[in-house]
């Protein structure tokens, strides 16, 4: 499974982004979708996590601001950021629990990321 995320980018204080995840590849079925984060010398954290029904779940510093959403047909995943902050800035890795149409069971996957920087 592939996934390619777009969308980051440089954005003042305030403003928006939207960031989106296309999973691709032999894809029988994707359970759970979510968008982590790494800031420069902090740990990966989960942002907010959607499952295939719809079912959301967010970090407390995301409620409010953004909102994850996806596209079973399309095997993507979206975040619409709003209200950014400049501590959201860090490179954001899109997630997938998937099964593929050769195998039995259920393996995690990730994109490569793409940087979110939010000025002051």
């Known amino acids: 499974v592939r996934l390619v995320e777009s969308g980051g980018g440089l954005v003042q204080a305030g403003g928006s982004l939207r960031l989106s995840c296309a999973a691709s590849g032999s894809i029988f079925r994707i359970a759970a979708m979510a968008w982590f984060r790494q800031a420069p010398g902090k740990q990966r954290e989960m942002v907010a996590h959607?499952?295939?029904?719809?079912?959301?779940n967010y970090a407390d510093s995301a409620k409010g601001r953004f909102t994850i959403s996806r596209d079973n047909a399309k095997n993507t995943v979206y975040l619409q950021m709003n209200s950014l902050k400049p501590e959201d800035t860090a490179v954001y890795y899109c997630?997938?629990?998937?099964?593929?149409?050769?195998?039995?069971?259920?393996?995690?996957?990730w994109g490569r990321g793409t940087q979110v920087t939010v000025s002051s």
């Open positions: 997630y997938c629990d998937a099964r593929l149409s050769t195998g039995t069971g259920f393996d995690n996957y």
């Open positions: 959607i499952l295939s029904g719809g079912t959301t």
